[in-house]
């Protein structure tokens, strides 16, 4: 697949399914992802793979952080708190490094590791996979960090779930740049 038609028709796929993927091909999309350009060559990505099992820690952290935080919550929102990360049988979390010397700007850390997330995406669709960028309030949860092995003050940019695809869907039309762009002749 060649690298137009790789953007063009990624989308985010969040129904995929449950069998896992094999090893070498998470390692190809990892190695695809830190392709990425990264400022001062700090490489500031972080990727934390769950699968089987962990996915299941995960969503037991989870489920505890939440419980603490609204104990009043119904049973059910729980449940669907532990299952969150079962939605697909890999997941990437994303976390960026903090700058360690002045000249690096935490923003451009973001954006490289941002960068390298769209990587694995366009890499995952090419490779027929389903993927899907997801953040909410678990990206920022003081727990979730911790378990992961993120300091606090660490940023957590995605969690990509990742499977093989339950269906192939078609491409969502995307507006077009022009009301996003001017031109400074
Ligand atoms: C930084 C970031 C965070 C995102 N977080 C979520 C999320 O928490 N939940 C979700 O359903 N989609 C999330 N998305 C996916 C977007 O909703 C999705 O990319 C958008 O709808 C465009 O669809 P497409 O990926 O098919 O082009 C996130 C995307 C980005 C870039």
Known sequence: MDVFEAIYNRHSQGKVKPGPLPRELIEKLLDLAVQAPNHYKVRPWRFVVLTGEGRNKLGEVMTASQQKRHPDFPAEAFDKCR???????????????????????????????????????????????????????????????????????????????????????????????????????
């Not at 360690?100 to 669709?125: D, G, Q, T, Y």
């Not at 957590?156 to 093989?164: M, P, R």
């Open 83 to 185: 299952a969150t990360p079962l939605r697909a049988p890999v997941v990437i979390a994303v976390g960026v490094d903090v700058p360690s010397e002045p000249k690096v700007l935490e923003i451009e850390n973001v954006c490289a590791a941002a960068a390298a997330c769209e990587n694995l995406l366009l890499a995952a669709h090419a490779m027929g996979l389903g993927a899907k960028w997801r953040t909410g309030e678990w990206a920022r949860d003081a727990k979730v960090k911790e378990f992961l092995g993120f300091e606090v003050d660490q940023h957590i940019i995605a969690f990509l779930y990742i499977g093989y695809p339950e269906f192939v869907a078609e491409p969502p039309p995307r507006p077009s740049f022009e009301d996003r762009t001017v031109w400074l002749g």
